[in-house]
């Protein structure tokens, strides 16, 4: 249907909605089920079964498969039912973790998916986009990304990146007026919005008019591609290592093979074991669980309120060394209430908390009427008409029965304090829309910093209400209100202007002036620039935001982290310097840059001067990008963060680029790797910690699960050499890999951080995974670990006169204790008696149950022929136990020795 060309109320018919109220949540259900929700086909999922059968997929497992096959066929019929039911088990296991992996993923998705601001029943309220309805009345705003085709009614200085849809770069402005043509090219239909844009610029109002498939972008929704999955550097670097690791392990199983054979021992003893000992050593699992750790830790950061979009980001947390916070919202609580007021060098206190507006007005001291004071009046009624914010009040039931009434802002909260000081004046917008009517309106931009309405009153007189900050909107005054006149704005009168301004800015309040311009009758506006001149200033509002309670502690904590913070904000130099030595972001001495003065540096002054600053005040976005690429250049991984449109450039260039979830724009939260939903800095801190202990538990694994291979493959390698009989049975060998690979390893991501992990500097990017002496661990340990499995085997072997059950059995259980202690090793950097190891109570359960696996098989008299087992004696555990905690104990004591760093 070419919606373009019909007329606006046409529209409103023929999509069977409201103009006034929109649609009922009820007709939008009842649509909903009609045309089904509002997304694109996806391309297959991979189905369960498939991922199950993928298990089976390795190479190793499958010539174990064929071994134990001959096997059975050559009379081992147990060995070979057991083999395969292990092999299952391992199978099953790898699907859990796969599976949950994915889960946690997909959970983050929906987490993160947009949302559009539609009208149901007469109001505003944010709908899921999967939600959006044919004839949903929806608003839309500069950053948001347009998630259906929608035929606009109203717009405002709306302006449109088509890129997406059209190739077109340069973004199109758009109107609400009706096209006569026919057949227009989607790039030509001025009136429309369609899904996969995004705006630039204004605001505007509309009707969708399709969703999901039947969508211009649905259309060619088969040419996008389908979502590809995140592989983080690490993973990829583990599956290189992995890869060189299988050749490790399968060299040195050959070599066990072939020195068995050397040494007498029968053909198709040591082919089933040798295979046995690559499947158990291959470390298979290695990206696989990398994957788990990811996921799980993740799924921690959700719970502190952290979205990861992009999981490489998970990694490049951990290495951060500066974050860029911006001011309003992230380090204070963007709760603004209006304090104080300025006009004509008088100064007034407004009293009262927060958005309720009950305040008075007090001048010296002294009560007074605001509304009888003319510039006073004009101050807070013009800030009214000049906000879109709206204070609604809310009863909410208190605990003991009593109705408590809330005042829920709607809106900007800059706007929103203006529009509570008017009300504390007894101004209202129903009110004020009597004696006057809105005709246009320039939006805000965080680049001009102000933002313009044009109002006619009764007369039919228009007049243009601009407010904005202060230092730019009075740079466009010619004059300003002095009480009962008015007065040219002169050098003298702008010293007194900043005096003001720097007086309120330093009492950490935040100023907008309001200023105004009556349009002649027949003047033309035909651009921003123009229309926001010659301005006459009424006065200055200040209000306060205080910092948020517990951001003070996380930038102590950061800064005992290494990590650096930096304030940006487009807000005043002083107001900024205030807040930042409240936050002790700015030392005594610290240096603060506004934007003019960044404006004038050259990229490499800026790098030269940049780990002086600590605040960045009057920036525009543009500068964010800068600033980010000059602490690139000084070799710091950044993090910043933005909310606007403009802040895009930013975020993507930054090693973590971060949106914030309340106030962010889509734009903002699509260019990110990392979601605040509470738009709070203390997340920050948190997913930092978590990317350091994410990246931690990894070595966790990677420490235990090679340590072991390394231990399993030198008591088999050992035994040949040496001559002795095979220590361990081939189903032995499988079923070590069962269940000390499988919770254990599983429980130690799930590890909570180290207690110094925040105290440690933010590791180097180029950092490897076995750095910090971690080849060493896994190699004593793993030796040692061997080295007390042939004792423990040779020990009994002798005792008992060559009873190869028994001794195998005691070097299956040492080697399996011996690990599942060496287990609680791992959790630490420095060593077992640094940490409690009963802190990670899953750990402790996992080892328990392992435990509990390993008593299954040698006492349970039926499973004792499959694994070839014999009950072991009490004196007998004390020698399993004795050996099997060595490796551990005395290594780890070892470590207690030297200092920690
Ligand atoms: P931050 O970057 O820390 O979030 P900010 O909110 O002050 O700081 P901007 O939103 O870019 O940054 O605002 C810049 C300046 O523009 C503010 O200091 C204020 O003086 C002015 N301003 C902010 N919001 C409005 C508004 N709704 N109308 C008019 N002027 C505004």
Known sequence: ??????????????????????????????????????????????????????????????????????????????????IMCIVLLNGVLGFVQERRAEKSLDALKEL??????????????????????????????????????????????????????????????????????EELEVGDQENMLFMGTMITQGNGIGVVVGTGMKTEMGKIAHLLQTTESQVTPLQLRLEQLGKMLIAVALLLTGLVVVIGLLQGHELNTMFLSGVSLAVAAIPEGLPAIVTVALALGVQRMIKRKGIVRKLPAVETLGCASVICSDKTGTLTQNKMTVTKLWSGGRFWDVTGTGFEPKGSFVENGKAIQPIQTR????????????????????????????????????????????????????????????????????????????MSVIVKDRSGQRILITKGAPDVVTGRSSQMIDQNRTRKVDSKTRNELENAIADMASQALRTIAIAFRVLSPGEILSNVEEAESRLTLIGIQGMIDPPRPEVKQSIAECHEAGIRTLMITGDHKLTAAAIAKQLNIL?????????????????????ASIDDMYVFARVSPQHKLRIVQALQENGH?????????????????????????????????????????????????????????????????????LASNVGEILVMLFAMILGLPLPLAAIQILWINLVTDGLPAMALGMDQAEGDVMKRKPRSPNEGVFARGLTWKILSRGFMIGAVTL????????EHDGDLTRAQTIAFLTLVMAQLIHVFDCRSEYSVYHRNPFENIYLVAAVLISTGLMLAVIYIPSLQPIFHTVPVSLREWFLVLGLASIPTVVLGGFQLLKPKK
């Not at 019909?6 to 009609?34: C, F, M, N, P, Y």
Request: glycine share 8%.
């Open 587 to 607: 030392p005594d001495g610290g240096k603060v840059m506004d934007g003019q003065s960044l404006s004038k540096l050259s990229d490499q002054e800026l790098a």
């Open 1 to 82: 249907m070419s919606w373009y060309r019909d007329e606006v109320k046409e529209v409103i018919r023929k999509a069977g909605t409201d103009s006034d109220q929109g649609l009922s949540e009820k007709e939008a259900k009842k649509r909903l089920k009609q045309v089904g929700p509002n997304k694109l086909d996806e391309g297959k999922k991979i189905s369960a079964l498939l991922v199950f059968i993928g298990q089976f997929k390795d190479f190793m497992v499958l010539v174990l498969l064929a071994a134990t096959l001959i096997s059975g066929l050559i009379g081992e019929v147990i060995d070979a039912i057991t």
């Open 637 to 705: 991984i950044v993090a910043m963060t933005g909310d606007g449109v403009n802040d895009a450039p930013a975020i993507k260039a930054a090693n973590i680029g971060i949106a914030m979830g309340i106030t962010g724009t889509d734009v903002a939260k699509e260019a990110s790797s990392l979601i605040l939903s509470d738009d709070n800095f203390s997340t920050i801190k948190e997913a930092i910690k978590e990317g350091r202990n994410i990246y931690e538990n990894i070595r966790k694994f990677i420490r235990y699960m």
């Open 112 to 181: 993160s998916a947009p949302q559009m601001t539609a009208k149901r029943d007469g109001q505003w309220v944010k709908v899921p986009s999967i939600d959006i309805v044919p004839g949903d009345l929806v608003r839309v705003e500069s950053g948001d990304r347009i998630s259906a085709d929608i035929r606009l009614i109203q717009t405002n200085e709306l302006r449109v990146d088509e890129a997406s849809l059209t190739g077109e770069s340069v973004p199109v402005q758009k109107n609400s007026q009706s096209l006569i043509e």
């Open 791 to 798: 004792a423990a085997f040779w020990m009994v072997y002798q």
């Open 375 to 450: 510039e006073l009046a004009q101050l807070l009624s013009f800030g009214l008409l000049c906000s879109h914010a709206t204070i609604t009040e809310q009863q909410k039931d208190s605990r003991f029965g009593r109705a408590k009434t809330q005042y829920v802002l709607d809106g900007d909260p800059t706007e929103g304090a203006m529009v509570v000081a008017a009300l504390k004046a007894g101004y209202s917008k129903e009110g004020l829309a009597k004696q006057y009517q809105i005709v246009q309106e320039f939006p805000f931009d965080s680049t001009r910093k102000m």
